[in-house]
């Protein structure tokens, strides 16, 4: 059975800390079988922010013609939702936050048109996974992002119980996670899981 994982990069700097760490985990799971991977980075997908006009609660669908005419069906055909972010100021960065905002289209859908997001039959068979990294070593540094990605992927149809995470701290300067003694082995390890999990469920 087809597995569809969509990973988005979304950090303003490619190869950083944070799409390294999404590159392990696809890593680890393009080498099961029947996996597709997509790897986006937002950085050059020409998403721009939300305008809050609310046309989407009349029309269905945004406004605006830009990189989303495309990112939307992904977010909805993919089985396995992968986000990296840096933390930026306390908080998710702007490129992910803009494309988090934009989904605003999918919360106009489902609470406002009372139209599905995904058919019914894909509910509860599609899994989110949150990878982030910091330089700050608070344990705290994280807290401000997770709120905004629950919001992205509840709109877009996966569960708080779906979404994994897996966020490293202290790692500032480009490559430093290259040098943090567990992140390698954790993100393919979650990788593996990830896919284990949706290979169960979209068995039954």
């Known amino acids: ?56 609660e009349k029309l269905n669908m945004c406004v605006q013609r830009d990189g989303m005419d495309t990112m939307d069906e992904k977010l909805i055909s993919a089985d396995v939702i992968i986000l990296a972010s840096p933390i930026f100021c306390m908080g998710i960065a702007s490129q992910p936050k803009a494309l988090i905002d934009r989904v605003q289209v999918f919360r106009s859908r489902k609470y406002v048109l009372r139209l ?20 700050q070593n608070w344990d705290h540094v994280f ?23 897996l966020m490293v701290n202290g790692v500032d300067e480009k490559g430093a996670i290259e040098k943090h003694p567990t992140a390698r082995a954790d993100a393919a390890a979650m990788g593996k899981t990830v896919i284990a999990e949706i290979k169960t469920r979209l068995a039954a």
């Not at 992002?145 to 509840?154: E, L, N, R």
Request: charged share 20%.
């Open 116 to 135: 599905p997001v995904v058919p019914p039959e894909r509910k509860g068979k599609r899994l989110g996974v949150f990878l982030a990294s910091a330089g």
């Open 143 to 165: 807290d401000a992002a997770v709120p905004s990605v629950k919001c992205f992927f509840h709109v877009i149809d996966v569960k708080d119980a779906d979404i994994s995470y």
């Open 1 to 56: 059975m087809p597995i569809k994982v969509l990973a988005i990069a979304g950090s303003p700097r490619r190869h950083g800390n944070s799409e390294t760490l999404l590159d392990w985990m696809l890593g680890a799971m393009a080498q099961e079988k029947d996996v597709t991977v997509e790897k986006i980075a937002l950085s050059e997908a020409n998403i721009h922010p939300c305008n809050g006009c609310n046309a989407c």
